[in-house]
């Protein structure tokens, strides 16, 4: 249980006329809650396991510092900072046993036989791998040794728990139950955790609080409803979210409220609408996704904020339908019920809810719309 | 260990075509190497073993016949005889022990990354490309020769007085460059071994709380265990038929002091010119070469079934 703290953190592999545009990792500033869940989330190579391996210790840092409970651990060796990390291989050791495994920074610490063994039951009793302590870790399933792993953790009773992508080598059954067990164990044991994933779902699902990184960058910070309805840039805008959020590039109107291409005009009430005044007649990205786009009937006398178009896919679902639908030059992906019965070249009309709508800079690609302060 | 199961619990109808996949054909395929083992080993050992209980002597072509265990009683009740098996066992153990130690802290050095790691590796190993008989010439009249070799020149310019090696310390000078030959082969071995550690386990014992020497204990050594075996293994029948080194240096001696098995052979045939005699010291080297290898191979099987569970 801790408060870690990272100011201005960057990664610079170095190399031969490396600078400030090569940082694997650039001023990165984070402070958790006590006890929160971070979940660091991004493409493949945009610097959350480098984030992470750094407030570990395995990887030094360029500059910045890093702290835990308002102690510098910058220059701290891994094994001194009293944090438990689970790998995306689970790294267990081949040669021991399951009880061993879990034991092993334990007996390192000269904590009592008695001891470790009450803490290694208690943790196998959590994981449910009670049964399984005698064995090594060749023999048991990809489930288990994930277990395993997690229960070396533990054991440990670290102030930060570090995951991996601990749930990328499971089968997608069991990733979603494990993905539910680690919430429940995160908030059983309230230790402060970090989370790295790539999927976006995991991160949605899990966190208290997402990081999401592009090319070593924090592109937001923010609890996973917030990311959701208030994406700061296109970036989060099209990674938050399936399927994704459908960008069309318009322009905004002199009216300051209205977005308007040759083919659709959307008009922006309330708030929204207000946070455009400075912009008019200006390029812009509109944001809107699936599922705020709703079938219109034909004979639906409706005709404001509506796109029309020709449908070019039909994917059904089950619970819904997904259809693509061209709009002028815009392919413009959304979510129907699925009851509706819609075929591939059929012309549609479609509804869509503005008060949902995002609006981004065309080149800063930034977000246009202010962010209500956070609860 | 699942596929018997899995087989057992199969019906008749998969299990058959899989009997008829282990019949003729794939004997045919195997008969060119089954026939090699046979002519090359098995032919050899009969004819030793054949020679071992006949009365055999060059210098009496005319004594033939049957021996019974003569040879044998012969052999057990020569003291040079037991002296070779001694002096094998030492030079088998000190040789394992030098090459598995230092080549362990080579790997381990060459491990790491350093400049001109490349260079130092290739040099490192070059003594393993140096046949046997160059070997001991080399030590011989290069390193060990008490006025014309490098360690003369050395120990005179410490002010000491230059060793002859191979006179005062026979045993010893037969064990170093039979570890010189050797040390590349341990350190390739353990090198490779080394390397195959995967990272994340390194790591993952760094955030357990060890420090180097627990990583080494628990997770390095461990590790390599497998390697190690396959290492001592493959010595240990190499070193049992040290030959050459000694031949070319200390011819056995002096005295007896470096005759081991494989010498003792030698000798009885070729100065004794007793062939029966020297067929029942090979007799008794293959026997002890198979104690060494049933237990290592039994070791290895049983590490090698484990790992590929893992």
């Not at chain 2, 195997?30 to 073993?49: E, R, S």
């Not at chain 2, 190993?125 to 009249?141: E, R, S, Y």
């Not at chain 2, 460059?177 to 071995?189: G, N, R, T």
């Not at chain 2, 195959?196 to 590790?223: C, M, T, Y």
Request: charged share 15%.
């Amino acid at each position: 249980m801790a408060i870690v703290e990272l100011k201005d953190v960057v990664k610079n592999y170095g190399g031969k006329g490396s600078d400030a545009a090569d940082n694997a990792v650039d001023s990165f500033n984070l402070t958790t809650k006590d006890g929160e869940f971070i979940v660091l989330v991004g493409p493949s190579g945009c610097g959350k396991t480098t984030t992470m391996r750094m407030i570990a210790g395995l990887e030094s840092i360029s500059s910045g510092s890093i702290s835990i409970d308002g102690r510098d651990v910058s220059q701290v060796a891994p094994k001194d900072r009293d944090i438990a990390m689970v790998f995306q291989s689970y790294a267990l050791y081949p040669h021991m046993s399951v009880f061993e495994n879990m034991a092993f920074a334990l007996r390192l610490k000269k904590i009592p036989d008695a001891e470790i063994t009450s803490r290694v039951q208690e943790a196998a009793k959590v994981l449910d791998i009670a049964h399984l302590l005698e064995r090594k870790p060749r023999a048991l399933s990809g489930g288990q040794r994930q277990r395993v792993a997690l229960g070396r953790a533990i054991v440990r009773q670290p102030q930060v728990f570090l995951m991996d992508e601990p749930l990328s080598n499971l089968d997608a059954k069991l990733r979603v139950d494990t993905r539910a067990e680690i919430v429940k164990l995160h908030r059983k044991l309230g230790v402060t955790t970090f989370y790295v994933t790539h999927d976006q779902v995991e991160a949605m699902t899990m966190g208290q609080r997402i990081v999401v990184m592009l090319n070593g960058k924090i592109q937001q910070i923010d609890t996973p409803q917030r990311l959701y309805e208030w994406p700061a840039n296109i970036f989060v805008a099209g990674f938050i979210g399936t399927p994704s959020m459908n960008f069309l590039r318009g322009r905004i109107g002199v009216d300051k409220r209205t977005l308007t291409d040759d083919h659709f005009s959307l008009t922006l009430t309330g708030a929204r609408g207000d946070a455009l005044a400075t912009h008019a007649g200006t390029e812009a990205v509109i944001g809107v996704r699936p599922e705020h786009l709703s079938y219109l009937a034909a004979d639906d006398p409706v005709n404001e904020n509506v796109l029309s178009g020709i449908v070019e896919v039909v994917e059904p679902l089950g619970s819904v339908t997904m259809i693509q639908v061209q709009v002028g030059p815009h392919r413009v992906t959304a979510q129907i019920e699925s009851h509706l019965t819609v075929a591939m070249g059929d012309a549609i009309r479609l509804r869509c809810r503005t008060d949902k709508l995002q609006v981004f800079n065309a080149t800063s690609e930034q977000s246009l719309l202010k962010a209500p302060a956070a609860a | 260990m699942s596929s018997p199961a899995v087989a057992t619990s199969l019906p008749d109808k998969r299990a058959k075509p899989k009997a008829r996949l282990s019949g003729a054909p794939i004997r045919r395929l195997l008969a060119p190497a089954v026939i090699f083992l046979l002519v090359w080993m098995i032919v050899p050992l009969v004819m030793t073993l054949y020679y071992a209980f006949r009365r055999y002597n060059l210098m009496m072509p005319e004594i033939t016949g049957f021996a019974g265990i003569t040879n044998f009683k012969l052999m057990f009740t020569d003291p040079t005889f037991w002296d070779s098996l001694i002096n094998t066992l030492i030079l088998v153990g000190a040789s394992l022990m030098i090459t598995v130690t230092v080549g362990l802290g080579l790997a381990i050095l060459f491990n790491r990354t350093f400049v001109g790691r490349g260079v130092a590796r290739t040099l490192a190993i070059a003594p393993f490309f140096v046949m046997p008989v160059v070997t001991g010439l080399i030590w011989k009249n290069m390193l060990f020769h008490p006025v014309y070799g490098l360690l003369a020149w050395v120990f005179r310019h410490l002010g000491l007085n230059p060793i002859d090696w191979l006179a005062q310390y026979p045993m010893l000078s037969i064990i170093i460059m039979v570890s010189w030959e050797w040390i590349p082969f341990a350190l390739l071995i353990l090198l490779t071994g080394l390397q195959s550690l995967p990272e994340d386990q390194i790591e993952a014992v760094r955030l357990d709380g060890a420090n180097k020497w627990q990583e080494f204990r628990h997770i390095v050594v461990p590790h390599l265990g497998q390697v190690l075996y396959v290492v001592v293994m493959l010595e240990s029948i190499f070193f049992l038929t040290s030959f050459a080194e000694i031949y070319t240096t200390t011819s056995g001696g002096p005295g007896t002091a470096t005759t081991n098995l494989p010498y003792y052979i030698y000798q009885s045939a070729f100065f004794q010119y007793d062939i029966g005699i020297s067929s029942a010291a090979a007799i008794g080297a293959v026997i002890l070469a198979n104690i060494f290898s049933i237990f290592l191979i039994r070791f290895v099987a049983g590490n090698l079934n484990a790992g590929s569970r893992r």
